[in-house]
């Protein structure tokens, strides 16, 4: 059973800073869990994956998010940690973090979501 935390998120005016936090527990996850990432959904929307971090590829960021949003965390430990920078109230949504289990392409695995509202 994989379990995901997640801390951080709130509200925040224009061009401020977020951080989020997720930590993956539960049995062998070293041989469960081969990828982590940090989708959203905004109201009226898709959900969307924005970062994404596996043990082959390393850490991809969405057309969205690049160059503002960043990345941390430790696979070995299971954390990601997300950093979000120059927000706009269309970074406004929940945001979820996820993993992959190593026997599925998808991601499969869902923390409950946290509240992101940026301000104009």
């Known amino acids: 059973q994989v379990r995901l935390t997640e801390s951080g998120g709130g509200s925040v005016q224009a061009g401020g800073t977020l951080r989020l936090s997720c930590r993956a527990s539960g049995p062998h996850l070293r041989s469960l869990i081969c990828a982590m990432a940090w989708f959203r959904q905004a109201p009226g929307k898709e959900r969307e994956g924005i970062v994404f971090r596996d043990d082959i590829s390393g850490p991809r960021y969405a057309d969205s998010v690049r160059g503002r949003f960043i990345i941390s965390g430790d696979s070995a430990e299971n954390t990601l940690n997300l950093e979000m920078n120059a927000m706009t109230p269309e970074d406004t949504a929940i945001y979820y973090c996820?993993?992959?289990?190593?026997?599925?392409?998808?991601?499969?695995?869902w923390g409950q979501g946290t509240q992101v509202t940026v301000s104009s």
């Open positions: 996820a993993a992959r289990r190593c026997s599925s392409r998808d991601y499969n695995e």
